[in-house]
């Protein structure tokens, strides 16, 4: 099975920024579409935002001008830029490598947003 290496997850005060990573093989990394994914204990996993083909990309509208997905492809990674959080971003995120009915899934990392 393939993993994905996935990071950058913590604890940071509303208003501060974390950038997560999500590294996959470069055969899957130059064609898969990337999602991420948020999940609350209790609550409806969440797609929070998505790169496809070379340039698209679509965000929730909760996270719109603040949350900012990329990929660098020297490194096989794709990111999420998170700024300005806010409590209501507490969760843990996953990103998702799909194409067609084929996907690998992250590991999931936590991201705390608290005072």
């Known amino acids: 099975q393939v993993r994905l290496v996935e990071s950058g997850g913590g604890l940071v005060q509303p208003g501060g920024s974390l950038r997560l990573s999500c590294a996959a093989p470069r055969s899957i990394f130059m064609f898969y579409a990337v999602d991420w994914y948020r999940q609350v204990p209790g609550k409806q996993r969440e797609l929070v935002a998505s790169?496809?083909?070379?340039?698209?990309?679509n965000y929730a509208d909760s996270v719109k001008g603040r949350f900012t997905i990329s990929r660098d492809n020297a490194k096989n990674t794709v990111y999420l830029q998170m700024n300005n959080l806010k409590p209501e971003d507490t969760a843990v995120y996953y990103c998702r490598y799909w194409l067609a009915s084929i996907d690998y899934w992250g590991q999931g990392t936590q991201v705390t947003v608290s005072s």
């Open positions: 790169i496809t083909g070379g340039t698209s990309t």
